[in-house]
């Protein structure tokens, strides 16, 4: 293993979101030796060209927001994936030849329906939905998304999560072959991982990304499958799952394992709790121009009245 794990790491080494930002001492292991062909799959099927092919049958959702998205563009050059570079354009070069078939999903710990799941077979059972979404990044800047996926809260009900199962956790793939920002030294403790409660993970709002736009998920945005988790920064929406697991105790999370004073577990947005770096009263829409305002954030990034519910009695100046 190239990195260390984190006892044997001093703090003073440990890296922080805009030093990362700084550092360009990725490995640019540029295009991935990939397996030649796509594997057969349902998806596959129906849009041969899964690298820029449409999704069928999306329906709209009532929980969209009404604002205008950002641009293709926009959404798939602006991008944060370490696995493939700290730069915000990393992703979107590195990723290129990824290959996100075949891919399996785990399914771990306190359910009934545990197992090892293709991935078109595990997204087969739901309805796709347009879910326009806006994204606060924890860096203070934010996007509008027009997302197409899988209700998060459907999924859960289907594995039939037991009573001891009081989080879900999820994994990205870890795989430094395919992945080449795990070559490096200087990241985060792999595989990438991030959790939920049980309430957040059954509330109506959170998907299980497989595609934007219409179409199919890009690699740089976490083919082929990531979550989405409106009310909160945008770390907590974690790419590439292969695995899905119901514990009974909180998991451990990559940016809150890595600066525990800087990133919390809930990490929902909030303009009132300023991170110790920068303030999180106002954030910078990619897209809008460099002379454009800063425009103020909203509690919950706007979706309160979806979630405030869910911390009722937590003090969330603490539990942030
Ligand atoms: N998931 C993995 N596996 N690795 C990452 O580095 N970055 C997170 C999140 N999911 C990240 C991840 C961060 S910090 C953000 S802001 C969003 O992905 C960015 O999503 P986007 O690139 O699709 O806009």
């Not at 205008?68 to 354009?89: C, H, V």
């Not at 009934?112 to 997204?123: A, I, M, P, Q, S």
């Not at 219409?214 to 974690?238: C, D, H, M, S």
Request: aromatic fraction near 12%; glycine fraction near 8%; charge should be neutral.
């Amino acid at each position: 293993m190239l990195i260390r794990k984190p006892a044997d790491v001093r703090p003073s080494e440990i890296t922080s979101y805009d030093n990362y930002l700084n550092r360009r001492d990725f490995m640019r292991a540029g295009a991935i030796a990939g397996g030649a062909l796509l594997a057969p799959s349902a998806l596959a099927a129906v849009v041969p060209d899964a690298k820029r092919a449409r999704l069928p049958d999306v329906s709209e959702s009532p929980y969209s927001t009404g604002e205008s998205p950002n641009s293709y563009e926009d959404i798939t050059t602006y991008n944060n994936y370490y696995e493939f570079g700290t730069g915000k354009d990393d992703p979107a070069v590195h990723a290129r030849d990824f290959e996100p078939r075949p891919w399996t999903i785990e399914v771990e710990g306190h359910a009934e329906k545990t197992g090892t799941y293709d991935f078109d077979d595990f997204v087969k059972p739901f309805d796709l939905e347009e879910r326009i979404y806006r994204m606060r990044c924890v860096e203070a800047w934010s996007m509008v998304i027009p997302w197409v996926g899988i209700s998060l809260a459907a999924v859960v009900k289907r594995l039939r999560p037991t009573s001891k199962a009081r989080y879900v956790a999820f994994e990205t793939l870890h795989d430094a072959r395919r992945m080449p920002g795990q070559r490096s030294r200087w990241s985060l403790d792999w595989p990438y991982r991030e959790g939920l409660t049980i309430a957040e993970a059954t509330n109506p709002l959170p998907i299980l990304a497989v595609g934007l736009y219409g179409e199919v998920l890009p690699n740089q945005n976490g083919a082929p499958i990531r979550l989405v988790v409106p009310w909160k920064y945008g770390f907590k929406g974690i790419k590439g799952i292969v695995r899905i697991r119901f514990t009974e105790r909180q998991p451990p999370c990559s940016w809150n394992m890595a600066q525990p004073r800087e990133y919390g577990f809930y990490a929902n947005v909030n303009p009132d709790v300023d991170h110790p770096r920068w303030s999180q009263a106002r954030e910078r829409r990619i897209g809008a121009g460099i002379f454009a305002e800063k425009q103020p954030t909203l509690m919950f990034n706007g979706y309160g009245e979806h979630v405030a519910h869910l911390y009722d009695g937590l003090d969330l100046r603490l539990n942030y």
